[in-house]
């Protein structure tokens, strides 16, 4: 009994002098935690804590059911709980570093019933960065078509038309538009260049497994990129998830989706799977009544076949294919797809789009050598486009390989990891936008390194540098810096800096331009450079808090946010003269203030309530009009989400948005100039049935108040003229949408 009062003793002054651990020799500790479910099938087991007792030390195992640790050699026992299973206690045995634990159910009285649930979309209060980890349950909550309709229930994130003719979405991340966010798919650049806008159409719901958005500055491990945050898209595994799953989509709006997907695991060491998909809108609809169709007939397929090899000694290899074919035919109600374009036949909007992806990943982990690794990243990229826009054409070809190298190991011990690696993104592009043709390669090799100290399980952070030189724009930095303290249990502060740079692709970027008549002006003459542009460069800084608590033994979490983006140079777009639209550098301030609150609570048992609030404040000098709030930003916004799910399996989401003014361009309604917007309420609700462990069906409901924005298009009795303008967009374009749906699986 003294010895065992004489551990506590020990743990407690351990505890009390944390700062001492990094003198300390500490070992890697890692592994995954796996159990059987009610039919005997070994799964991972999300959530799991694993937990040094007596000492403070702990971890939740993630959505893989892995976890890691640093810990002193002094513990030599961790004790793994779940809800559900008999707690386990693993002795750790010298040079014992990998751990596979295997967790047995309880066995529990037949009227007593214990169960967990997974949180649709969780925070950790362990991550240095603050992470919103948005599983399935979230995505399933909506439609999810596609990555671009992937956020109606996460209020971080706006989504908003780009105009009223191509029925694209874009997304907007701290009131900056979707270019300035890195998008990437399993931390391989995904959406970006030509596909910078119609690129989130890409991908389907089904194909996603979680998503990671995080704000502000990210990891220089992942490019110079990324001026906003990132999101990364993790898609669906091969050794993992479902073997089958169908899924069927039919909206009241004539458009029509089926997905399959199929994974086979050939060994215990090589599987593949495969992702299909086809969009088609087949209904002629204008809900508006503006003369335009809402959304552009055609058709989308798009596929995915991917491998994953798990070799022996620690080596880990995968590659896969990604196909995608648009095209779609949209404009006047009476436009046909050859109809000649001339003044007094209808206006008429077409596009077709060819992509062709093909990536690679090689991992080696080094088991005598713990937190030690290599991997190699691998992308090619072919994406070719042909648009009419009415009088106007624009088509493009894009050509990019990317590589990235990354190395990590530690220094004296796991308190100190670091991360060295290189990287070249190559792009090409070839433009053609009415008379003017623009052709470029931008080659861009760079180095970088990345460490991370952990002080103890309070305070840690993550510095990173990474040099890269533009053939079109010479030697630049990127300097990142992320920090978390953590002064309570449930409570985490995070704070972060960092520089971002980017090449603007004009044309792509603000593609929802081109449904207007505006003439477009490129103000530069600068030879050698994109567009003759400078280069796009900010600095983030942002500081955020979560804390964690329970109220009534319901879990809940409070999130507050404040990030500033501030622009050394930007290209400007200017649309403040009307009939024109205008690209110049920055020639004075351009920055972004956001500020956002967020309350995430379970109100009654199995009844999740989610509210927030987000203000923004962005400013933009333009030459034409000088310091001026940016036009089509919403400064305010209020969001809240209801969420039930019964013991029978049925499920109701119900997702309310208030959207407070935008500044529009004067544009002119009724004989009158109107300034701003008016603010409008949008609701979205779904409910689903599981009606057994394969079949589960879903009917919803979009904009169920019906409200549009009439006269979204400017001069549309007269398209050829100079004052027609389908582009200046501030609310929904459709009315209401009723959708139902089915998915079927078989494990």
Known sequence: MAKYHYSLLFCSLLLLHCTDLSAQELRHIQGTVSGKNDKGKKESLIGAVVAAPGTGFGTQTDVSGGFMLMLPDSINRLVISYVGYKPDTVILKPGTNNLKVEMQPMHLLKEVVVSHRQKATEMSLLSIDKTEKIGQKELFKAACCNLSESFETTPSVDVAYTDAVTGYKQIQLLGLAGSYTLITRENIPDVRGLASVTGLTFTPGTWIESMQLSKGTGSVVNGYEGMAGQINIELQKPFEGDRWLFNLYQSTQGRSEANVNYRHKISDKIATNLLLHLTTQWLRFDQNEDGFIDQPLGNQFSGIN??????????????????????????????????????????????????????????????????????????????????????????????????????????????????????????????????????????????????????????????????????????????????????????????????????????????????????????????????????????????????????????????????????????????????????????????????????????????????????????????????????????????????????????????????????????????????????????????????????????????????????????????????????????????????????????
């Open 306 to 747: 991917r491998w994953a090899f798990d070799a022996s000694k620690g080596w880990g290899f995968q590659f896969g294919v990604k196909g995608v074919y648009t095209d779609n035919t949209g404009g006047e109600w009476g436009y046909s797809r050859g109809m000649e374009q001339v003044p007094g036949n209808p206006w008429g909007f077409h596009a077709r789009i060819a992509r062709l992806e093909e990536w690679a990943k090689i991992a080696k982990t080094f088991e005598q050598r713990k937190a030690t690794s290599i991997g190699l990243q691998l992308s090619n990229v072919y994406h070719d486009q042909e648009s009419q826009f009415g009088l106007r054409d624009y088509n493009a070809t894009q050509r990019s390989y990317y590589a990235n190298l990354i190395f990590q190991t530690y220094i004296n011990n796991t308190n100190n990891i670091i991360k060295v690696g290189a990287s070249n993104v190559f792009d090409q592009y070839n433009e053609t936008f009415g008379t003017q043709h623009y052709v470029r390669s931008e080659i861009v090799p760079g180095a970088f390194t990345e460490y991370t100290h952990n002080f103890s399980e309070k305070l840690n952070f993550v510095a990173g540098l990474r040099g890269d030189y533009d053939n079109l724009y010479g030697a630049f930095a990127t300097p990142r810096l992320h920090l978390r303290y953590a002064p309570f249990k449930n409570t985490a502060i995070r704070a972060s800096v960092g520089r971002a740079q980017h090449t603007a692709n004009i044309f792509a970027e603000n593609i929802g331009l081109m449904a207007s008549n505006r003439v477009f002006l490129v103000e530069t003459n600068q030879q050698g450079k994109a567009y003759g542009l400078n280069p796009e460069v900010a600095w983030n800084t942002g500081i955020n808090l979560l804390q964690k608590f329970t109220l009534n033994y319901r879990e809940g979490s409070i999130s507050i946010d404040y990030y500033y983006t501030q622009f050394q140079n930007q290209v400007v777009v200017d649309q403040e003269y009307p009939r024109f639209v205008m690209f110049h550098n920055l020639q004075g301030q351009s920055f972004a203030h956001n500020f956002q609150v967020q309350l995430d609570y379970e109100l009654l048992h199995h009844l999740d309530i989610r509210l927030a609030y987000r203000f923004y404040n962005v400013m933009t000098t333009y030459d034409s009009v000088g310091l001026k709030e940016k036009p089509l930003v919403p400064k305010n916004r209020a969001f809240a989400s209801l969420d039930y799910q019964t013991k029978n399996g049925w499920k109701f989401s119900y997702t309310f948005q208030w959207i407070g003014e935008k500044r529009l361009f004067g544009m002119v309604h009724g004989g009158f100039i109107v300034k701003n917007s008016p603010n409008y309420v949008q609701m979205n609700a779904q409910v689903s049935k599981t009606m057994s462990s394969k079949l589960e069906v879903y009917l919803g409901g979009e904009n169920l108040t019906n409200y549009m924005q009439h006269g979204d298009i400017i001069s549309p009795e007269n398209p050829f003229s100079a004052n027609f303008d389908a582009s200046q967009i501030w609310g929904p374009v459709m009315g209401r949408n009723v959708y139902v749906g089915l998915r079927y699986k078989i494990k």
